[in-house]
């Protein structure tokens, strides 16, 4: 343990040094140029950093997967399109890409829904930091953490026994139930449980875009449609939702990406188990509890390639912003 | 301010009664939406300080009531037993690096990407710009295969370089947005004094954008902190004595099944510094998230 404090010590102190001393170091490499090229040699060397580590940890690396995503288990032979094949044809796939879809479609339902609501509501109380907190927080938390905090509300206990799951005996005070939430695979139940773990987490970050957005918007033009007698619905539909639905557009598209992604929930809660299972953690399975890397890496680029029509909006978006600018 | 507002708005006792009428189903909507956000972290908490048996026997609420039992006992024993206080300090040593070394690495490329010009550097922030979605499941296998040629699985380096990766494209597109929104003149008359582009850059750019950096120190402190996947798969189970909190939590669970006493516990000390972080520096971490929005 000590040895892993002074290491610890020596890369929190050393790291810096060694980064701060590469930028001093690039004026130095610098005086060997003649003037006329030191601003085009210079971004390049404050660059050079960045561009390294995105090049090794993100972009070589997902070349590499769909160039593995062609080869055998071992990575020995070609088998063209043979992983994607088996991809498609495997019941248990295409259990986890229907649960992925039922992820997207749900997750950003709601937590849209409820932070614009949220949003909207805190809006006209005194007290609206707090509830924003209250909201807020398990934001900062861990999947890891809110999954062991929600298996305490969906505990079952057989009937007849004292049920100790919030929901449960909540559910038992007025005679219903109890329910083996995390077990009912008809209609894909204890999917939506896992949803709503993730909704109760997300919703405040979706609330703090969209109050951000709602104390941009002029309130003289609010005013303006209340003295001319509209009523607050219709000053919501006609004037707040409209100029709001850039910024939902945002919040949405980044939980399209978290439901896509969706994986420490899932891994925690039910390891995938009882029709629950998602993309990211069949990835996982295949990658370590069968060992098929050609396999697991025709599912990560299927993941990938879902990502991708998300990650052409948001460049086109950012242009549009830049172009603004 | 607020001391002006509520002079102006203390209101003569029936207008008060009036209008607390009509907002009763907004403060009754929000109660309700507040009890439902509290009640399952409370539930845990709870049970985190109560008896192995008890936990087992009753539900969450029936300890807020006498006789009271509540223990310090989960705590010392996932702390003492379940290896809890290694992975505590391995969440440290993971994540204080991994949080460093990407905020000096996206300021450099920041300060570029708003200052100086070169070829290709629209082209190529975009890039970054799509870089920020690229799923961590599609770099999982090469890099794990890299680690391992170089022996670097189950060590703390190979979790700070992939995360100091993984945090680049967020980093440097918030930065970016910060930095290139600063004045112009600033740099200009730093340049005309015969300023370096490396003085302008501690003694201007970096002063300048404290509030930015603040915000991404907390993202990417909170990203690594509450990290699972990428420990496990660069640490792997195989090195217990290297993982950080959220892995072994993960197992408590996965492997205890009900055992919710010491997973309650265990939980809390996890959610213990971000929950400090979190309440500590609220503001930055809202500015974060709402000057960082593309990300996902």
Known sequence: MTEKLL???????????????????????????????????????WLAPALGFLGLFLVYPTIGTIIRSLQDKFGKEWVGIANYAWFFGNDDALSALKNNLLWLVFLTLFVVGIGLLVAVLVDRVRYESFAKSVIFVPLAISMVAAGAIWLNMWLYKPPGEPQTGTLNAAIGVVGVGPIPWSQVTDFSVNTFMLI??????????????????????????????????????????????????????????TMIITALKAFDIVYTMTGGQLDTNVIANFMYQEMFNVGNYG????????????????????????RAQEAVR | MTTAAATLDAPTSRSWFSRMRGKIGLHTALVILMIVWLVPTVGLLVNSFRPGSEVDGSGWWTALFPPYTFTFENYAHVL??????????????ISIPATVIPIFVAAFAAYAFSWMEFPGRNILFVVVVGLLVVPLQATLIPILTLFASWGLVGTFLAVWLAHTGYGLPFAIYLLRNFMGSLPREVFESAAIDGASPVTAFFRLAIPMSVPAIAALAIFQFLFVWNDLLVALIYINLIHPDSLPM?????N??????????????????????????FFGLQRYFVRGIVGGSVKG
């Open chain 2, 80 to 93: 003492s037993q379940a290896n809890l206080g290694t992975n505590f300090l391995n969440s440290l040593f």
């Open chain 1, 7 to 45: 290491t610890a010590v020596i890369v929190v102190i050393g790291v810096p040094g060694v980064l701060v001393g590469y930028i001093w170091g690039t004026e130095q490499v610098l005086r060997l140029f003649p003037e006329r090229l030191k601003p085009t040699v210079r971004p390049w060397l």
């Open chain 2, 246 to 250: 959220t892995v072994n939590i993960a």
């Open chain 1, 196 to 253: 709503i773990v993730m909704t109760w987490m997300w919703s405040g970050f979706a609330m703090v875009i969209i109050s951000a957005a709602l104390k941009g918007i002029n309130p003289e033009l609010m005013e303006a449609a209340r003295t001319d007698g509209a009523n607050e619905l219709q000053i919501f539909r006609g004037i707040v939702f409209p100029l709001l639905v850039p910024t939902l557009v945002v919040v949405a598209t």
């Open chain 2, 252 to 277: 408590l669970i996965t492997s205890h099944g009900g055992g919710t006493e010491f997973i309650g516990a265990a939980a809390f000390l996890s959610m213990a510094l971000p929950l400090i972080v």
């Open chain 1, 295 to 318: 396999r697991a890496s025709a599912v990560a680029v299927v993941l990938l390639i879902a990502i991708v029509p998300i990650m052409f909006f948001n460049i086109g978006r950012f």
